[in-house]
């Protein structure tokens, strides 16, 4: 079964950038919600934003709304999430997912199939 691949993490020092993608063709065809998530070592994963495949409507945790942003590219092969002003505490192991149902609900249970994650780390 092929997973959605991420890639574009790194290291970036807080308030910077970085745009992580995903490549998920056989998920941006066939489910209704991709997902960017998180975890970083000894907590619990978060769901960081989530879109709707068919209608690109688009959904974000509070803590990242009006700093991120999801994408998907015209051919639906390739979800990004554009992350701006970045902080220490959200350096994290970054994943994509796809297979959730309600995307509004940012929930990681909802999601059936997931990358292997891309790091992301935010020096002060």
């Known amino acids: 079964q092929l997973q959605p691949v991420e890639s574009g993490g790194g290291s970036v020092q807080a308030g910077g950038s970085l745009r992580l993608s995903c490549i998920a063709i056989?998920?941006?065809?066939?489910?209704?919600?991709m997902a960017w998530f998180r975890q970083a070592p000894g907590k619990q994963r978060e769901a960081v934003a989530a879109i709707v495949t068919r209608g690109l409507d688009t959904y974000y945790a509070a803590s990242v709304k009006g700093r991120f942003t999801i994408s998907q590219d015209a051919a639906r092969e390739t979800v990004h999430l554009q992350m701006n002003s970045l902080k220490t505490e959200e350096a994290a192991m970054y994943s994509c997912?796809?297979?959730?149902?309600?995307?509004?609900?940012?929930?990681?249970?909802?999601?059936?199939?997931w990358g292997q994650g891309t790091q992301v780390t935010v020096s002060s």
């Open positions: 056989k998920y941006t065809y066939t489910t209704n919600c």
């Open positions: 997912a796809g297979g959730g149902v309600v995307c509004s609900d940012l929930i990681p249970q909802q999601y059936s199939y």
